[in-house]
């Protein structure tokens, strides 16, 4: 048997939406798109400019040309925010993911195996 390990960061911040929702009994209805103030925030300076700018190039977001990293994560992070994420969606899928090996980004999927 082969065993899948999930790193400790995502395997603590799993088990503190698990305590978040068993403390605050939102287990009924999870579908709710009010985030928790306490929703740990992502720090996009980690990432490179480069990815910054594919980033902004993706969501097509407006700025002027000529943006520092600073202003980048600035306007990327006020987008960022308003992205509406289904938690429980988004967690039975990372951890689909992960458990069928379907975490590494060259994974091409072949039709005659299904």
């Known amino acids: 048997a082969r065993h899948l390990y999930i790193c400790d960061f995502h395997k603590n911040l799993i088990q503190s ?6 403390r605050k009994g939102s287990d009924d209805d999870g579908d709710s798109p009010v985030q928790d103030i306490d929703t740990p925030e992502v720090d996009l300076y980690q990432l490179q400019v480069n990815t910054l700018r ?13 943006l520092n990293k600073a202003q980048l994560v ?3 992070g006020c987008h960022f925010r308003t992205i509406p994420v289904n938690e429980k969606d988004t967690l039975a899928y ?3 993911s992960v458990k069928n090996d379907k975490n590494k ?3 091409k999927m ?3 195996v299904h």
């Open 17 to 22: 939406v698990r305590n978040r929702r068993k």
């Open 105 to 107: 980004p060259d994974l």
């Open 94 to 96: 990372f951890i689909y």
């Open 54 to 66: 594919r980033y902004k190039r993706h969501f097509k977001l407006q700025t002027r040309p000529g």
């Open 74 to 76: 600035e306007i990327i």
């Open 110 to 112: 072949d039709s005659s």
